[in-house]
């Protein structure tokens, strides 16, 4: 997710399911300095945020976080993620799929058929990410052929 208005929908969604009951509880990882730092500003901001919002903060007084989610803040976490068997939920910043945190995610993940990649953002022609929507056989990701058997998702 881009680190600065998806990354916020996205937690603003999940924390509504979440309290809602419709989001299992699941671990939630937030895998991207950029996106917690910009988080943080607008947790700082919820003046200049819609009426949803506004209306939401009387039941709920972090529209971007809930018991599940876990911030990871440095490289060593971020690289624990890749060895996780149980089911989680990683957003991560994506820079179309092309560098960070997400390339290394989607490498350790790619060839396990249990995975899902949603795509909800932007991605330029040429990118692992636009490549990923194509929904080909193999892709390469430093300089390493992988098989796709993930489910590839764009919203």
């Known amino acids: ?64 976080g809930w018991k599940h989610l876990h911030y990871i803040t440095d490289k060593f976490e971020s690289k624990l993620l890749n060895e996780k068997q149980e089911p989680c939920v990683i957003i991560s910043a994506s820079g179309m799929a092309e560098a960070g945190r997400i390339k290394h995610h989607i490498f350790h993940n790619i060839e396990d058929a249990k995975n899902t990649i949603l795509i909800v953002g932007y991605c330029a022609k040429g990118t692992l990410g636009e490549k990923l929507v194509q929904k080909p056989e193999f892709v390469k990701i430093f300089g390493i052929e992988k098989k796709v058997k993930l489910m590839v998702k764009k919203a």
Request: charged fraction near 25%; proline fraction near 6%.
């Open 1 to 64: 997710a881009f680190s600065i208005g998806r990354t916020q929908e996205i937690l603003y969604k999940l924390d509504q399911l979440y309290i809602s009951g419709q989001l299992p509880e699941v671990p939630v990882y937030l895998d991207s300095p950029l996106s917690m730092n910009a988080t943080e500003i607008y947790k700082m901001h919820y003046e200049c945020m819609d009426e949803d919002i506004e209306q939401f903060l009387k039941s709920d007084d972090n529209p971007f």
